[in-house]
C-alpha cells in the first residue's frame, strides 16, 4: 500500500477535516479540478453542508504522482476523506457510497479503488485512510460524453470486440457474409433462399430481389439480438426515385421482420435523399415507421429531410471534403471555403442548428470522417459513424490533461438560436425549390452512391441466381 508522507498531509487540516487544495496542487504536482458540471473535462467535487469535501479533489495525474502511485500518467484519481477523516489505526476508511456511485455514474463505466495510508504524527496515534479510485480516461471516454461513437464496421469480430450500439445492414454486408465461410451469418442467407413466399413470385427477378429481401432481415434479426439499438436496413437503391415503390418496400420488409419477431420500434429504414425519398419518408414517418435518410450531401437535402420528420439524416464529412478538392462550383461548398471551414464539417453544423432552431425532432448522424480532428471537431452532434482504425486509437489514447479543451462540446442546441438563415433556407421545401438549390456536389455525389448501391444489389442477386435452387428445396 503506498504510504503518503507527512509533508502531503500538511495540505490536510489538523484531523483531515477539509482540504487545502492549492497546498495539495504546489505539493503534489496536480492539476486539480474546481467545482464543475458534467459539460466540463472532470466530475464536480462534493462538498457537504458544512463545506468540508467527502471527495476531496479529483486530480489528473501528473509526472511525481505517477511514479509514486505506479498509476498511468493520465488516470484520474479521487481522494476521498470523509469528514470524520481519523480512525484507528488499521481501520481503514472507505469511499462513501455517495462518491463510489456518483463517479461511476459520470464516467460511465465501473471503477477501481485502492487504498492510501496516510501517515500524521501529530494525530497522537491515528492514522488517516483515504480511500484512491482511479478510471482510466481515454479518449474515447473523453468525446463519448457528447456524442454516441458507432463503430463503422462490417467484419463480424468486431461485433464482439467493438461492441457497437446500433448496426447497419446493406446488400455490402451481405456480400462480404458470403465471402467468409463459417460466420453466424451464413446460415441467415442460406435459409433465406428457402423461403416459400419467394417461390410464389412471377419472375425471376422478383423472386432474386425476394430472397435479398429475406436475406436482408434475417441479418438483421440476429443484429438486433448483438445491439441495444436500433438495427437500419438498406432499401433497394433502384426505388431511389420512386415514392410509392419506397413505401411498399418498406412495408414488406417490416411484415418480414415481424415473421421473425423483431418489432419496428428497433428498426430504421435507409433510404437516399432523392426527393422522392424524402416523400416517401414524409409518408412513413407519419405512419410510425423510422426512417434514415442516407447520401446528405447538402443543406438542401437535410433540411428536407427533417422538414419531412426523418428520424436520422446522415450526412458524409469526407466525401464532401474529397469533392471539393478536385471541383468547384457548388456554391454551398463555396460559402464554406470563405469562412475558412471544411465543407462537410461545416454542413454538420449547419444542419444540426437547423434542426435544433426550428425543433424537428430529427437526430443527426456524421459518417465518412477521415481522422480524429474530424470527430474532434463535431462533437455534440448525435451519432458519429467511426472507422475501426480510429475508434481502436481512441480507445488506446490517455486524453492528457493538457489536452483536455480538445475534448469540448462543439455543437450544442443553444447556439442554435443565434444562428443565422436565410428566408429561402427555413421556407417549406418542394420538388421544385428543392432540383433548383441542389448544388453539383449533391448532385455527382448522389449518384454515385446509388450506383454503387445498385451494384451491389446485382451482384448479390447474381450470387443467388448461381446458388439457387439450393439442396433440398
Known sequence: MPQVGSTVMNTISTCGHQVAIGALRQVCDLDVFTLGDKESSSPPLLASANNTFDCAAVCCIHHSLKGFLKFSMAESLV?????????????????????????????????????????????????????????????????????????????FDDFERLAPTAATVSSSLLLGITSVPKTKFNSAIETALAYNECYLKDTIESRLSCFTDKAL???????????????????????????????????????????????KERLLFKIPATWQGIEAVRVLEAEGVQTHVTFVYSFTQAAAAAQAGASVIQIFIGRLRDWARSHSGDHEIEEASKKGEDPGIDLVKKAYYYIHKNGLKSKLMAAAVRNKQDLFSILGVDYIITPVRILQSLQESIALPDDKYSFARRLSPADAETFSFTAKELAAWDQKTFAEALGPAAEELLARGLEGYVNNTGRLEEYFAKIWPPPNV
Not at 456511485?101 to 492514522?127: D, I, M
Not at 440476429?222 to 420512386?242: C, F, H, M, N, Q
Open 217 to 263: 432481415v434475417n441479418v438483421g434479426s440476429i443484429l438486433s439480438k448483438l445491439v441495444p439499438g436500433r438495427v437500419s436496413t438498406e432499401l433497394d437503391a433502384r426505388l431511389a426515385y420512386d415514392t410509392a415503390g419506397t413505401i411498399a418496400k418498406v412495408h414488406d420488409l417490416i411484415r418480414l421482420y415481424e415473421e421473425v419477431e423483431v418489432p
Open 79 to 155: 481522494l476521498s476523506f470523509s469528514s470524520i477523516g481519523i480512525s484507528k489505526r488499521g481501520t481503514p476508511l472507505q469511499l462513501s457510497q455517495q462518491v463510489l456511485n456518483y463517479h461511476q455514474a459520470f464516467w460511465g463505466r465501473p471503477v477501481k479503488k485502492q487504498e492510501l495510508t496516510l501517515s500524521v504524527p501529530n494525530c497522537q496515534g491515528h492514522h488517516i485512510c483515504a480511500a484512491v479510485q482511479t478510471a482510466d480516461y481515454t479518449e474515447l471516454d473523453a468525446i463519448s460524453k457528447f456524442s454516441e461513437i458507432v463503430p463503422d464496421t462490417v467484419i
